[in-house]
Structure formats: C-alpha cells, structure tokens
C-alpha cells in the first residue's frame, strides 16, 4: 500500500466514524455519560472540533506538513501511546499520528475515557491498514513489547513511576525514546473586555472544567479583576447554562477561599470555581489566578514557570520573544499542534 493511499484511507474512515449514523460512536457517547465520566456537552464539542479539522482536510495537510512519503514511513516501529483521560478524546491526536505515520500502535487506553477512543481504533482497524493496531485498558498487556517510542502525558511526579512500571514489564529497554509532556496549563493575555474576547476567554478557561493543559489557568492584564467582576461573572453563568461543569472541586478549594478572605485578597467564588488575584503558581484545579500587569509581567511569569506552561494566548497580538496562539483556537487546536512543543508525526 503505498502512502499515499495509506493517508486516504485513514481520512475517509475518520470522516465516516464522525458522520451522524455512526451507532457506535452514539452508544460510547450515551455509555460515557451514563457513567458519568464526562458530561454530554464536553464530548460533543470534542467530537464536533475534531470533525471540523477532519471536515477540512487537516489529516491530509498534516501528512503534507510532516512530508510523510515513501522514505519517512515508519513501518515496524512500535509506539506504546499512554493515553490520559482528562478530557474526551485526548488520545485521538497521538493515535491518529502514529497511525498515520505508518508505525504500529500500542494504545493503553485510560479507564476515565475507555469508549470513546476505542470506537475510533476500531473504525480504522477495520480499514485493512498494514499498521498493527491493539489498545487496551491494562498496561500489563505490553509486557515484553521493547517499544521503539512511548508518548506520555502526566505529571512531573507520575514520569519515573511510569517509566520504572514500563521497565518491569520489559515493555521498553535502553534504546526507547520517550516523549513526556508535563505542561500544566496555559496562560492568556488581553488588553480589553470586549464581548468577543471575553466571551473566548471564559471558553478557554472553563471548557472541560479546566482540566486540560491548554485550558487557561493564568490570565495576565492591564485590567484589574476587581473593575470587571460582575461583568465577567455574567459571561461565566451564561457559558455554564449551556455547559454545566461536571465535576465538582474538593473542599481544599473552601479553605483557599477562606484564606483569601482572611488576607483580604481580590476574589470571586463561583460555587465550582475560585478566581483570584493571585501570582502564585496554579497548583489547585478549578481555580483561575488574575494578574494584573503588562506584556513584560507576562514574559517574567512564562520565564518563571518555563515548561509548566503549554501555550500563551492573545487575541491576536504579537508579543516579542514569546510564541503565542489565538485565544479564539485555544480548546479547538489544529490536528498538527505541538504539545510541549513536540510534534506528534
């Protein structure tokens, strides 16, 4: 099969897996809900964001981008994809890559998403690709598979654990390359409260519930929180009318509210979400840290956190030595976006 034909095969079945009578994808949807792993609202603008790409004939461009040809084939080489399971389809990206690159896939599927991605795999599966194709729940199943490549996303604190398991079960040796994302969240700068902005603002930052490394967990600017509190509470509730979040914050995030109010620190507490003004790091889920300050306090606070960081968002504008993205495109990234920097292909 030459590549070509390989990349036109696997455009058509993934257009096919997302079109409207996929019974398949419908019943990992209602199974993924009724279970309640992830609400109905975040997996549709999953799937429709991923289907827009698709629509539009990314998997191909990525092709073109990454000059996959005849010579950059990767047959053969296994790759061991350690999917999160965070947010709906956060492994499509990975799978579909590596798959596209010609490389055999070993997916170990996470159990906090285990249907979803499972009904992709098997679309293509079913394609005849020459790929190996396997993906399942335990990891214990890749003993003694010597991968050639292993994507991981995880924390800072789960990399060795992970990489010792993996060296138990035989499934790498010394000769692995390992590609370890640890990013933790992503930042955004705006100048101004216009609706558009603010409106792509609150998406960025609340879609998902915030649990995504390219959700912003950090917004630096000229404006004081306190000068658009109500306003921006406004655009929150109406974003959460239409997207109710899911999950719910443990009672740490009480005390962080307590102790802000005790130092007498600019917040606002939203029953499922804490904003602050804060600087400091963002260790805590559903919490967003306001900071006021200008490009050069943004280029202090990106030094600071170095790697934690996935991507800083503006709403257009250019900002000297940092690469930025739209804030606009910030939950519906293009299939070729580079996680920690590191493309996929």
Known sequence: MTIKRHIALIDQATRNWFSADNTKLKEAIDKTVQKGLFSFED??????????????????????RSGLDERKNQKGKRVLC??????????????????LSGADYHGKL??????LMATYLEALKALGLKN????????????????????????????????????ELNAVDENTEFVIRTAKFSMAYITNEEPEIVTDLVEAIFRYGGQGCRSVAVVVSPIRFR??????????????LKNP????????????????????????????FLIQESEDFPELDFTLHWIKGDEKKLKELKE???????????????????????LSQAQTPNLWWEPDGVGVI
Request: glycine share 6%.
């Open 43 to 64: 997996i549709k603008f999953a799937i429709l964001a991923l289907k827009e790409k698709v629509d539009a004939g990314q998997i191909t461009e990525w092709a073109v």
């Open 82 to 99: 350690l999917h999160a399971g965070n947010l709906p389809l956060v492994g499509f990206q990975d799978a579909l890559g590596t798959i």
């Open 110 to 115: 996470s159990k906090k998403d285990p249907y």
């Open 132 to 167: 190996r194709m396997e993906y399942f729940n335990e990891l214990e199943v890749f003993e003694h598979l010597k991968a050639d490549k292993v994507l991981f996303a995880g924390s800072d604190q789960s990399v060795d654990p992970v990489k010792n398991r993996l060296s």
């Open 227 to 240: 000068n658009l509190k109500c306003h921006f509470q406004d655009y929150v509730e109406a974003f959460w």
């Open 245 to 272: 979040q899911l999950k719910r914050p443990s009672p740490v995030l009480e005390y962080q509210f307590a102790y802000n109010k005790s130092i007498a620190r600019d917040q606002a507490w939203m029953d499922h």
């Open 304 to 326: 600071k956190w170095g790697s934690a960081v996935q991507t800083v968002y503006t709403a257009g504008q250019k900002i000297d030595g940092i690469q930025t993205e739209f």
